[in-house]
Nanobody, 125 residues
Framework: VQLIESGGGLVQAGDTLRLSCAAS????????MGWFRQAPGKEREFVAA????????NYGDSVKGRFTISRDNAKNTVYLQMNSLKSEDTAVYYC???????????????????WGQGTQVTVSS
């Protein structure tokens, strides 16, 4: 499975941004999908995950109530809607696919077998 993220950029605090992750080379609906991020000098952080059907979602504590993950299996794409952005949301955002447990929406990155190259999100205060 190949994953390509898009939609990152430079925004101001309080703005919104929507990231997209297009998948190819596999059966998209057979994967749970997740978003992770990594800021300079920090460990990778779980952001959000969604199971294969979209019926289960999980969020990291720092983004709950502000970010929304969704997917369109017909378009082989997963989205991350980011509202009320803060400077601490600045990071490289990675999309990942979990083919081994598509029923859940795992928060542990070790469960994800495929990763995109990442897209930079910078929030200025």
């Amino acid at each position: 499975v190949q994953l390509i993220e898009s939609g990152g950029g430079l925004v101001q605090a309080g703005d919104t941004l929507r990231l997209s992750c297009a998948a190819s080379g596999g059966t998209f609906s057979a994967n749970a999908m997740g978003w992770f991020r990594q800021a300079p000098g920090k460990e990778r952080e779980f952001v959000a995950a969604i199971n294969w059907s979209g019926s289960i979602t999980n969020y990291g504590d720092s983004v709950k109530g502000r970010f929304t993950i969704s997917r369109d299996n017909a378009k082989n794409t997963v989205y991350l809607q980011m509202n009320s952005l803060k400077s601490e949301d600045t990071a490289v955002y990675y999309c990942a696919a979990d083919p081994r447990d598509p029923v859940r929406a795992n928060f542990d990155g070790i469960e994800y077998a495929y990763w995109g190259q990442g897209t930079q999100v910078t929030v200025s205060s």
